[in-house]
């Protein structure tokens, strides 16, 4: 929790502790009916992949989770050398709730916004598009974001939640306040959005895209040096696409 708690500090399903997962149902029953009493040629591809996303991200997360417990008991390339709290444990055991929001994000989208739905399995201006507007504008926008983050009205109300844990994980990585995680869908939604009103959407650009965020982030928080050093002095442009957390 931050040191002084804004609005829009919790999640929407809090009160329903583990529970959370049956609003989803109402979602995933109709996901499922529609697909039922409609043709194969009627059937939207981009739709039918929403939710199979949701669950590949969970089990790439987990995975993550796993290889950096695992790696930090064998006590190797370890940069923070301590332990963990068991007040992070439980502040970060709600770690899926950012997957389960962009789900829902994803479904009205597919549902309501022009252009959401139908979305061919492949296009690749759209992936130029992406990586355009991911290594410009959005970084540009996520840095100063961030600076606004640690500037201690916000960073009181909102970002200390994140830098409560001292030794990362993985997961620590999208452990913030409800508020923090609209302005960053709506950051990273530039793409998205940029790409459907162009006509240039793809189901696997989407997907490779949250992929590769998810990736990022977790190898960015994972308290391991996965990455030699001399990989960038051999190839600096590697720089400007990944990061490590060191």
């Given at each position: ?18 529970f ?46 796993s ?50 739905s139908?979305v ?32 201690h ?53 989407l ?19 996965l ?20």
């Amino acid at each position: 929790m931050a040191s002084k708690p804004g609005i829009l500090t919790d999640w929407p399903w809090k009160p329903l502790g583990n529970f959370k997962y049956i609003i989803l149902v109402p979602l995933i029953a109709e996901h499922i009916y529609s697909f039922m009493v409609k043709d194969n040629k009627d059937i939207d591809v981009s739709k039918l992949a929403l939710f199979p996303s949701m669950l590949w991200r969970m089990l790439h997360t987990q995975l993550w989770i796993s290889l950096s417990r695992y790696r930090i008991a064998k006590g190797t390339n370890k940069i923070v050398d301590e332990g963990i709290e068991f007040d992070q444990v439980d502040r970060e055991r709600d770690w899926d709730d950012h997957i389960m929001f962009s789900a829902i994000l994803f479904y009205w989208g597919n549902k309501y916004v022009p252009g959401g739905s139908h979305v061919p399995y492949w296009r690749l201006d759209g992936v130029i598009i992406t990586m355009l507007l991911h290594a410009g504008p959005v970084e540009f926008l996520y840095y100063w974001l961030h600076r606004a983050l640690h500037h201690h009205y916000l960073y009181s109300r909102y970002h200390s939640h994140h830098h409560s844990s001292i030794v990362t994980e993985p997961i620590t990585s999208v452990i913030h306040p409800f508020a923090e995680h609209i302005a960053y869908f709506l950051l990273f939604a530039i793409h998205v959005f940029t790409m459907v009103l162009t006509g240039t959407v793809s189901v696997i650009a989407l997907a490779a895209y949250v992929t590769y965020v998810d990736f990022m982030n977790n190898m960015g928080h994972c308290n391991l040096e996965l990455i030699p050093n001399w990989l960038f002095t051999l190839l600096p442009p590697l720089k400007y696409i990944i990061y490590t957390p060191s």
